[in-house]
Structures are given as C-alpha cells and as structure tokens.
Nanobody
Framework: QVQLVESGGGLVQAGGSLRLSCAASGRTFSNYAMTWLRQAPGKEREFVATISRFGGNTYYADSVKGRFTISRDNAKNTVYLQMLSLKPEDTAVYYC?????????WGQGTQVTVSS
C-alpha cells in the first residue's frame, strides 16, 4: 500500500500559478501510474492529468492542456502539477491518485482557490 500527501495549494489571483506536490511513501513509487484529479464544490470529481510510471507518457484534460504540466521524480517519490494561467474555474480540491495492479490509492487533497 502507498500513502499519499498533497501540498502546495492555496489562494491565487487569476492568471497566477501554483505548483502542487504529492509525496508518496510505503511502496516503490515507480510501480504506480500517478493521476491528478479535482473536485469543485457541487461538482463531480474530474480527471486533470496523468503520468506513466517512468514519466514517458502524459495525458491532460482539454480544460488544462497547455496550462498545466504533470511531472514526477521517482528518486524523490513525488509527483508534481505545475499550474499556470490559473482561472477561477480551476478552483477545486486537487487530489493525487496512485494506480497499480487495478488498485487505486488517494491522498487527502489540497485546496486551490483562484480569485477573479
């Protein structure tokens, strides 16, 4: 089992940037594909970005493509989400998820609030 802790959220003005981190512990980090998702108030959780085990493949939701970048450092057991040109509609709780062998593990989330 892997434990995940997100950090880096906060309040930022529209057009600003944030970098989220998700630190993993407990198992070999490179065993897991990593995904960022978010959930805005009153809305369902939605996919943001995902990265393969060694970072060779990344995929993004259309809504963040060109503004967000997912990356990982397997030596530091950490996945990142660099968010640029933030918009008020990016306001949400951001979660990281680790997936391996059909099992998902979730962090507790970090709040991102973008003011207009």
């Amino acid at each position: 089992q892997v434990q995940l802790v997100e950090s880096g959220g906060g309040l930022v003005q529209a057009g600003g940037s944030l970098r989220l981190s998700c630190a993993a512990s407990g198992r070999t980090f490179s065993n897991y594909a990593m995904t960022w998702l978010r959930q805005a108030p009153g809305k369902e959780r939605e996919f943001v970005a995902t990265i393969s085990r060694f970072g060779g493949n990344t995929y993004y939701a259309d809504s963040v493509k060109g503004r967000f970048t997912i990356s990982r450092d397997n030596a530091k057991n950490t996945v990142y989400l660099q968010m640029l040109s933030l918009k008020p509609e990016d306001t949400a709780v951001y979660y990281c998820k680790a997936t391996a062998n059909g099992h998902d593990y979730w962090g507790q989330g970090t709040q991102v609030t973008v003011s207009s």
